[in-house]
């Protein structure tokens, strides 16, 4: 629902351009009826069903308990290459703080 006001505002920077301020106002204006019309199918289901507490409840791996921190498959995979290219200097972040 928040991106709803976000999607206007950026549509409102068109303003210069009538054709194309058109344009974006009618591509938020469908993005803002998608979010109203996923909401209210949704959230209904949600609450009646839980739905979606159950599917993410399937997704969970078993090894995975109440309160324990899951790592995902693709931060397992990224993790090695992105240490490798981005290092945090120490010394630096002591100095600021």
Not at 34 to 49: D, G, R
Not at 61 to 82: H, L, R
């Amino acid at each position: 629902i928040g991106t709803s006001i976000t999607n206007t505002i950026v549509s409102m920077g068109q303003m210069g351009d009538g054709a194309q301020l058109e344009r974006a106002f009618a591509g938020a204006t469908v993005h803002d009826l998608f979010n109203l019309l996923s909401v209210a199918i949704l959230f209904p289901l949600e609450v009646i069903s839980h739905y979606l507490y159950h599917l993410t409840n399937a997704m969970l791996p078993d090894s995975v308990g109440d309160g324990e921190k899951w790592e995902g498959p693709i931060k397992k995979i990224v993790s090695p290459f992105a240490g490798r290219v981005l290092k945090a200097n120490k010394d630096v972040i002591k100095d600021i703080a």
